[in-house]
């Protein structure tokens, strides 16, 4: 489980449309140099096993300067039309604005929040955005594979 983070064109992130489709998806991952798409995303876990997920829309960000720790991994995956991180920090939350800016999407969390160009939380009125808060109040630090 865990907290997830949505680059989405959906009113809601799990509205059925409009979506960003896998080949789109792709064709930004290509040319975004800090990007690559491998297709999977492994992780150490107990007794020294690894934890793979594989789906065609995965892709890591090699960009990422992991703060706490230099190991971490940030993985972005395409998922029912939606580019989803898991357990997102400022640093990922502000890669994905950008991204979504260039595939004319927004960032949208789990709760329905909104996420701007500093990684903040957007306060919504019934108009639309209004005033950044504090984004860390509601989103995890864990890492994406820590759900329990």
């Known amino acids: 489980m865990g907290y997830d983070l949505h680059i989405t064109r959906k009113t809601n ?15 930004y991952v290509a040319s975004d140099p800090d ?7 492994e ?17 890591i960000w090699k960009g990422y300067s ?13 998922n029912a039309g939606n580019i989803v991180a898991k357990n997102p920090d400022e640093d990922v939350r502000q890669k994905m604005w950008h991204i979504a800016q260039s595939l004319g999407a927004k960032v949208q969390g789990d709760e329905g929040e909104h996420y701007g160009q500093d990684g903040g939380m957007i306060e919504t009125t019934t108009n639309g955005p209004s005033s950044p808060v504090n984004a860390g109040a509601s989103v995890s630090k864990r890492s994406w594979w820590k759900f329990w």
């Not at 992130?13 to 064709?27: G, N, Y």
């Not at 992780?43 to 892709?59: F, H, M, N």
């Open 43 to 59: 992780t150490p876990v107990a007794k020294g096993d690894v934890l793979r997920i594989e789906s065609q829309g995965i892709c």
């Open 13 to 27: 992130w799990f509205d059925a449309s409009p979506a960003i489709d896998l080949h789109e998806w792709l064709e």
């Open 35 to 41: 990007l690559q798409h491998d297709g999977f995303a």
């Open 66 to 78: 992991g703060e706490a720790n230099p190991e971490a991994m940030v993985w972005l995956s395409w």
